[in-house]
């Protein structure tokens, strides 16, 4: 155990980012992050790549290094490129967890848990802007209207997916990383 944690910690220390601050561009509890930086537990291979997006999001020297930490022998440029590779086979297999994930959604399905609909928000360039009270308002740079979501009991208000697709349909928007081939 510790070496994500640990070069978690290195990092968070080195770029001046709080845990909470992490932890939020996450979509996560704080508690998390600060199990991970204090090596109570360490996290699951999707949770390191979400993390190294939110260090991106945030200050993207500090995922790089978050990457060189985590693999210790980035050192060489041999090294540095089979890291940036895992990186870019973690985000492929993410993109697809989202696409299935966006699948169920436009299926109609009810039963999408909130953090669900928040990962498939955010790979369509939404960006958690604030959070006030059980709002979780998320903004896009290229339209001018907000996504209002709400977490009740752990899944998505059906009306608010409804909504994200309306929005979705109406200016045109892909997955990020998305090929352009089969879109969903």
């Known amino acids: 155990m510790g070496r994500a ?27 998390v992050v600060s199990r991970w930086v204090s090596e109570d ?35 060489t440029d041999e090294g540095y490129n089979r890291s940036h590779q895992i990186f870019e086979r973690m985000s492929e297999n993410a993109l697809s967890r989202k696409r299935k994930l966006f699948e169920k959604i436009l299926a109609g399905s009810k039963n999408i848990q909130f953090s669900e609909l928040v990962s498939v928000i955010e790979a369509f360039g939404f960006t958690l802007s ?8 998320f903004t ?14 752990g899944k998505a208000i059906p ?21 352009g081939e089969d879109e969903p």
């Open 130 to 137: 604030r959070v006030s009270g059980s709002d979780h308002l």
């Open 41 to 75: 537990r360490d996290p699951l291979a999707e949770a390191l790549f979400e993390t190294y997006r939110a260090l991106r999001t945030l200050k993207p020297e500090a995922a790089e290094e978050f990457i060189r930490l985590f693999l210790k022998d980035a050192e």
């Open 5 to 31: 944690g640990n070069a978690l910690r290195q990092v968070l220390i080195n770029y001046e980012i709080k845990r909470s601050q992490l932890a939020k561009t996450m979509g996560i509890n704080a508690g």
């Open 140 to 153: 896009h740079p290229d339209i001018p209207e907000i996504i209002n979501i709400q977490n009740k009991k």
């Open 159 to 179: 009306y608010q997916v409804h909504q994200f697709i309306i929005l979705l349909e109406e200016y045109a928007l892909t997955l990020k990383g998305d090929t």
